[in-house]
């Protein structure tokens, strides 16, 4: 009885189950990372003069893509001369897994902005 010919019937089997057990762990990893992130810079500055406040963040997307969608966002900015403010009820961000690291910014629901200029 030769046993030789099993290994081609599961070697593929657990290539493609190693494969799918690390594109999951990917996918945790880059979840987790964009999350901590935003609860990082959630009532916090963003970029200079740009604060982010947010009532609750949810990220999905498993297992090609990361997508955290926010609700009841705020972008304050200030600087010297002015100062303004974007409110969304929704705002969802999009980011792949694997490829380049390019991520597409989307905001739903009611948006008002309100600007204030020193003169």
Do not use: C
């Amino acid at each position: 009885m030769r046993y030789s010919n099993r290994l081609f019937l599961y070697a593929p089997l657990f290539a493609l189950l190693a494969l799918a057990v690390a594109a999951g762990l990917r996918w945790r990893v880059v979840a987790d990372s964009l999350e901590s992130w935003l609860r990082q810079r959630n009532g916090h500055e963003i970029a200079p003069g740009v604060e982010l406040y947010f009532a609750t963040e949810s990220v999905g997307g498993f297992p090609f893509n990361v997508d955290a969608v926010l609700h009841n966002v705020t972008f304050r900015m200030k600087s010297a001369r002015t100062a303004g403010t974007w409110h969304t009820d929704g705002f969802a961000i999009h980011e792949l897994t694997f490829g380049q690291a390019h991520q597409i910014y989307e905001a739903a629901g009611t948006q008002t902005v309100s600007w204030t200029d020193a003169e």
